[in-house]
């Protein structure tokens, strides 16, 4: 079984853009890939492509890529909004998710964030890594209710269902973003949400989410 009864609501499949998580807190992940000098060029390059992230990712249907500068002070950036933000809840996320990761890794050169809520994901690196499937890092929220009754029921359930889900997040949606839901009694619903940034293919979104 590919899909475990932790992932009960599965988003942004980044992958590093891949990357698969459910519910989770802000979890900012500074990679130890390096660091730079305070007020460096790519410091700066950094903190000036993430200032432009909200309003871009806002105004672009929720995703915007972007680099800046050249050779080792180039600074590659990345930022989702999920499928049913708003563009003022998406502007909000994006705009104080940038100031929570300058905070947090603030001379590292690559490092990404998962927002409040799972609202937005950024993502920036000293590399090309657009479109480029990484399952490393992953991050993961549990739910604190367990299953006590009818397992064989649910699994059963859940994989139809994210089988259903995990196709159409990576099929021909151009935010590879979806939702489902399925009865699992007369009295409970089980629910599924995956989204991959937009710019993996289908094959490394699906790849990703079947893994989540």
């Known amino acids: 079984m590919w899909v475990t009864l932790k992932a009960l609501s599965s988003f942004l499949s980044y992958l590093l853009i891949g990357i698969c998580l459910v519910d989770a807190a802000p979890t900012p992940k500074c990679n130890d890939t390096g ?8 410091g700066k390059n950094r903190d000036l492509i993430l200032a432009s992230l909200p309003s871009n990712v806002s105004a672009k249907s929720g995703f915007f890529t972007a680099s800046i500068g050249q050779n080792s002070d ?10 049913d933000s708003t563009p003022d809840d998406c502007y909000r996320c994006v705009n104080s998710s940038t100031h929570d990761l300058i905070v947090s890794c603030h001379n590292q050169k690559e490092a990404l ?24 890092p992953t991050d993961a929220g549990y739910n604190t209710a367990d299953i006590t009754s009818n397992l064989t029921l649910f699994d059963t359930i859940w994989e139809s269902l994210m089988d259903r889900v995990v196709s159409k997040a ?15 009694t007369a009295f409970q619903t089980i629910y599924a949400l995956m989204q991959c940034t937009p710019d993996l293919s289908h094959k490394d979104c699906g790849s990703c989410l079947r893994q989540s």
């Open 170 to 184: 990576s099929g021909g949606s151009s935010t590879k973003y979806a939702t489902g839901e399925a009865d699992f």
């Open 74 to 83: 180039k600074v590659y950036a990345l930022g989702v909004c999920r499928g």
């Open 113 to 136: 964030l998962w927002a409040s809520e799972l609202k937005c994901f950024l993502r920036y690196a000293n590399r090309p890594f657009f479109g480029i499937l990484e399952l490393q």
């Open 35 to 42: 660091n730079f000098i305070t007020n460096s060029t790519y």
